[in-house]
């Protein structure tokens, strides 16, 4: 009787406590199960991989040049200039703001 009693006053331990106690004592079974999990998953990898595209210009790491260079900065103003000037030039309602640098 005073075991039960004990037994119900006990908490009851955490669930991430109970699933590993759990994994340790079936450790056998789970590796079992992830080795035919991962076997699975590579055999059917062609067939989930069949849609799927990469381009070999994205495998190129120094093709792209991650900042802007003193040429890019000097088209970028005189592409503003000339849209400003379009703006300026247009009798049509569009309103485009003044950019300066």
């Known amino acids: 009787m005073k075991s039960l009693a004990k037994q119900e006053t006990q908490p009851k331990s955490r669930l991430i406590v109970r699933l590993g106690v ?19 998953a ?3 990898l062609p067939s989930l991989a069949k849609n799927t595209y990469l381009s070999e210009n994205a495998l190129i790491p ?9 040429e890019d900065a000097i088209e970028a103003n005189r592409f503003m200039k000339a849209i400003e000037a379009v703006a300026r030039d247009s009798s049509s309602v569009m309103y485009v703001t003044s950019f300066s640098l």
């Open 22 to 40: 759990f994994l340790a004592s079936h450790h056998i079974l789970f590796s079992v199960i992830c080795c035919y999990a991962g076997i699975i």
């Open 42 to 44: 590579l055999l059917l």
């Open 62 to 70: 120094g093709s792209a040049n991650p900042l802007f260079s003193t």
